[in-house]
């Protein structure tokens, strides 16, 4: 199970962040198609109890979606993900975007980032990407994709030389395997489609998704 952690300097303007993470321990990860289904989904989780959302830059409109969950759901951290480049950064800050996802390490937008004051997970593996991301002035490190190089096991392993990274799993994390995640020392993991089964989601099921994310929360919070 992780613990808490002393964040680095450059962590100490997300605090309030970080506390909602360590809380949450679970980001929920939306890539829609249509901006209206992205608005249900998020709903959909937002009902449950999930307070960070994340939208992804692949998603239909995710300015606009990021913009409209804002006033939507003000008592939810609504972030940003799958940023390549530093112009989809700054659109998604200008969106209203609280926290920022990239799949990458990119030096330059951590510091674009760090220097507006909004947390900043970059994607690393390794652990030589891991502890570059982290030395950037990262708040997070996105661990990505997770279970490629051995899912749980590998979060477990870094723990001893890394533990003082604050690690977030994604890539391979499912409803079932989360815990294992928790267990092994991550900070908390990221779901994508397993909180949104495609029939569901086809079939306007939203009360199911909810119900599932319920589930899973309470799980999670079982595990402090």
Known sequence: MSELFCPSPQDSTALPWLAAVQSQRLIAVIRAPSLNLGMQMAQAVAAAGMRLIEITWNSDRPAHMVAKLRVALPHCWIGAGT???????????AAGAQFLFTPHLNVELVQAAVSQRIPIIPGALTPSEIVAAWQTGATCVKVFPVQAVGGASYIRHL?????QIPLIPTGGVTVENAQEFLQAGAIAVGLGSQLFPKEAIAMGKWTE??????ALLHRLAAER
Do not use: K, V
């Open 83 to 93: 940023l390549l480049t530093l112009a989809e950064l700054q659109e998604a800050i």
């Open 159 to 163: 723990q001893s030389p890394l533990g």
């Open 209 to 214: 998704i909810t119900d599932q994310a319920t």
